[in-house]
């Protein structure tokens, strides 16, 4: 399985994931074909070159507005940082956007820096709920709608959509408002469109089948924001990451910005060490400050996983609650309700619970996107007072049914695929109940009859 593994040491970005990308051998033409489908050539282009950190080399991927011309290339523009925000502008007007490590909304200072004088100011930034400034970001609807409306190929506009929803559930979780009325500002403006524009192109165009990640660390400071000084996680960050392994640092560094997590909640199925893969390029995508000790860098390497690469990948959610004064006929009722609201297994197992009460444990397999439905169900129907979730990858066997003649009729069986060869074959429970009722005959006989007709032989399904 063709696999991406992201190795977040020192964190991750919207622009250090296309850098890397671009490091990886995405040629340049792709992301510039993305960014020109979205129709805004007016107010920004994007540039790419190469550098170091810490003497890594690697890419930088940059965003440059284009309100104004003649602007070279290189170090002038802006220099989004950690937490503070800093900019560093150059003499001239086109102005480039880096936004890395302290992508925040609602509030930034900005330092500018002219030659042999400087001026500071800072501006606070309110929600917007009717019409928008481009001059400070997008609503999310103006997002979706640019987005849907774009030539960009329907899998990287499919995913770019899904990392944009995501940040607009955290912001408006955080902030108590409707997802559709919130107006994002930096994490909405021209840069961060086209650092998760750039990375789900970028991802697509390598052909990947798969994307882990290392287990994620974030610093230990603090941040300055619309709320006042606020420690890290930054608040959208930690949102977004939710069901993900985080760990602390005692570094007062920002590494993870709200983009970066979008699109590592996005795209990876798991968190961890790298997996057994037959390595095919390393790339490095470089961030905009010096973090010392830890270089400012993307590490992704692509490659080929050597076990169990022809199974199916996914990821799901486990869901888990104890309880202890739930009546079996009431947990009956709450299992079949859970099943046909679309859960993929639910099951209760003994449990020895506190102050000496027998009680059990419900757990329920289900999709990323029927986890609130299924908490819903749990919460009204049960007697638990909370849940907890556990995000994990599942492999699998690929599924077909298929049906098989016997003496007594017609079975439905499941036969499980590893690549191209069938390696599993079962008759279907209530297929042969049917087939032994009518034939007056025990269902065992029947499942017996169609075990032997599917059982897997080296012409199975050709």
Known sequence: MRT????????????MTVGALRD???????????IASLGLAEEFHIHFRRGHKQNIAGWKFDVHAAHDHGHSHGEHGHSHEHGGHQHEHGHSHEHTHSHEHGEHTHSHAHEHEHGEHSHEHSHEHAHQYEGCDHAHGRSYREIRALLEASTLAEAPKARALAVFHRIALAEGKIHGIDPEEITFHEVGAIDSIADIVAACAGIDALGIECVLASRLVEGSGWIDCAHGRFPLPAPATLEILAGIPLKQVEEST????PTGAALLAEYCSSYGPMPEMRIEKVGYGLGTRDTYPRPNVLRATLGETTSNSSAETDEIVKIETNIDDLTPELAGATMERLFAAGALDVF???????KNRPGFLLTVLVQPEKVDEIATIILRETSAFGIRLDRMQRMKLRREFRDVETPYGTVRIKV???GDEIVQAAPEYESCREVAQRAGVSVRDVHLAAWIGSVPSPTAGS
């Open 416 to 418: 499980g695929f590893l």
């Open 24 to 34: 990886l051998g995405v040629p340049e033409e792709v992301f510039q074909q993305a």
């Open 254 to 257: 920002e590494y993870i910005t």
């Open 348 to 354: 209760y197992t003994a449990a020895q619970m506190k």
């Open 4 to 15: 991406l593994y992201l190795d977040c040491f020192s964190g991750i970005s919207g622009d």
